[in-house]
């Protein structure tokens, strides 16, 4: 899995706990915010949403949310894996809740054309 990593106070060192354990490629960045503040253009989340093709998110808290509001604002095509849409604040309306993995690979296949 590949991870892109915020800076912590020194921009040539990752914020402490990223990357987490499951990244096998970490991208390092510059880039201090996330969270609250991950729609701002310092914030490594347009990384994470630019360059995917197609983008799953799973239950989380502001980050996650902030990363679905740019995927939304750049018409990245994407989908939230959850069982109840709440399991994402904010989750806006146009983004499909799918409660199965059947439904995701659906839906990542199609979206690829694969």
């Known amino acids: 899995m590949v991870g892109i990593a915020p ?3 020194d921009p ?3 914020r402490p706990g990223y990357p987490n354990p499951f990244v096998e490629l970490a991208i390092l960045t510059h880039l201090p915010l996330s969270g609250l503040s991950g729609t ?5 989340n347009h990384i994470n ?14 980050g996650t949310s902030s990363e679905v ?3 939304v604002r750049y018409r990245r ?3 939230a894996f959850l069982d109840k849409r709440s399991d994402i604040p ?6 499909p809740a799918l409660g199965t993995l059947g439904e995701v690979q659906d839906f ?4 690829l054309k694969i």
Not at 40 to 44: A, C, F, G, I, V
Not at 90 to 95: K, N, Q, S, T
């Open 108 to 111: 990542v296949r199609r979206t």
């Open 90 to 95: 904010e989750l806006p309306g146009e983004v």
């Open 7 to 9: 800076c912590g106070d």
């Open 12 to 14: 040539a060192t990752p």
């Open 69 to 71: 509001a740019l995927a």
């Open 49 to 62: 949403v630019l360059s995917s093709n197609v983008l799953v998110a799973l239950p989380g808290g502001p």
């Open 40 to 44: 701002e253009p310092l914030s490594r």
């Open 77 to 79: 095509p994407i989908a």
